[in-house]
């Protein structure tokens, strides 16, 4: 079975930058997608950034050249950069695994991301 692990969570500044880290245990079958989701209190689960086969990326226009989502496929994990951070992004914040038919997925537990003004 896949698990997904998520962690770098915290406290941060406005303004300031984080990095969240998703390790997956098990073997994920090509092709797949690795996405970053978060969820506000009071507010839908929302996709933050996409990193599909190859190096083809999506990102919500709300982080849209403030975060950036990579792939090291060698370690088996992905990262979500936040820079510049805002208020509103203060969420928890799913790692995601799914084949590109989205025949099967998988999510990870959350990792809270709190934004201090």
């Known amino acids: 079975q896949v698990h997904l692990v998520e962690s770098g969570g915290g406290l941060v500044q406005a303004g300031g930058s984080l990095t969240l880290s998703c390790e997956v245990s098990?073997?994920?079958?090509?092709?797949?997608?690795m996405s970053w989701y978060r969820q506000a209190p009071g507010k839908e689960r929302e996709l933050v950034a996409a990193?599909?086969?190859?190096?083809?990326?999506k990102y919500a226009d709300s982080v849209e050249g403030r975060f950036t989502i990579s792939r090291d496929i060698a370690a088996n994990a992905v990262y979500l950069q936040m820079n510049a951070v805002l208020d509103e992004d203060t969420a928890v914040y799913y790692c995601?695994?799914?084949?590109?038919?989205?025949?099967?997925?998988?999510w990870g537990q959350g990792t809270r991301v709190t934004v201090s003004s």
């Open positions: 990193a599909f086969t190859g190096r083809v990326t």
């Open positions: 098990g073997i994920l079958t090509d092709p797949n997608v």
């Open positions: 995601n695994a799914r084949s590109l038919d989205a025949s099967w997925a998988y």
